[in-house]
């Protein structure tokens, strides 16, 4: 089982600082996704990072692949409320396998 | 922008009834899945669906448990006999090439 472990799990900031959050596993995959979750909502597609080193940025999101394909990276810039959600990593082969996510809270 | 759609959003059963939750996929969409999230965990996988057979499952989708795309278009998890431990958010998806799309969930809830 390629386990993707998340950091932190909660994460509570204020509106226009920076945050950054972890997905970190001893596997290597061919790929990581990025979903967003909101309460009561279905996990939405933010990001496919896919080599090794690659960084992709989404408006205020960068989304970051570590170089030996383990690892990966959000940061966001100048937090908005909006921005309030569960954050959730996941690799894909054959089926989504998900991490615990991180619930990031942006207060007003 | 195509969605999934899940029915009903909200569905209370009492234990040992039998629920039916039902998913329209996106239309072009050849890989179907059921995913469900218990009330602060993480996203677990169920079952996935492809060319009209399930093509993996995890120890959670027991005997209890079924799908069916009865009409080309739907896609329902039937689960015969509900538990308490059944009561959790359950997600379809669905996908064509890497994306997968996921739809607002039914949340079940068994008393």
């Known amino acids: 089982t390629q386990l993707l472990e998340q950091s932190p799990q909660f994460l509570s900031i204020q509106e226009g600082e920076n945050l950054t959050v972890y997905c970190n596993s001893s596997?290597?995959?061919?790929?990581l996704q990025w979903y967003r979750q909101e309460p009561g909502e279905g996990p939405v597609l933010l990001v496919t990072?896919?080599?090794?080193?690659e960084v992709k940025k989404l408006k205020r999101l960068t989304f970051q692949f570590g170089d030996a394909r383990k690892d990966s990276s959000l940061h966001i810039t100048a937090a908005q409320p909006g921005d309030t959600g569960l954050y959730l990593c996941?690799?894909?082969?054959?089926?989504?396998?998900f991490g615990a996510g991180t619930t990031v809270t942006v207060r007003a | 922008e195509p969605e999934v759609t899940q029915t009903p959003s909200h569905q209370v059963t009492q234990m040992g009834q039998e629920v039916i939750l039902r998913c329209v996929p996106i239309?072009?969409?050849?890989?179907f899945y059921w995913y469900r999230q218990i009330l602060g965990q993480k996203v677990e996988f169920l079952v996935s669906?492809?060319?009209?057979?399930?093509?993996?499952k995890s120890e959670i989708f027991d005997d209890q448990f079924s799908v069916e795309r009865p009409d080309g278009s739907n896609f329902t998890l039937k689960i015969r006999s509900t538990k308490l431990e059944d009561s959790a958010m359950y997600f379809c998806?669905?996908?064509?090439?890497?994306?997968?799309?996921f739809g607002s969930g039914t949340r079940l809830t068994v008393v």
């Open positions: 998806a669905s996908r064509r090439g890497d994306g997968y799309t």
């Open positions: 596997s290597v995959f061919s790929s």
């Open positions: 990072v896919v080599t090794g080193g």
């Open positions: 996941a690799h894909s082969y054959h089926k989504l396998s």
């Open positions: 239309s072009n969409h050849l890989y």
């Open positions: 669906f492809y060319n009209n057979e399930i093509s993996e």
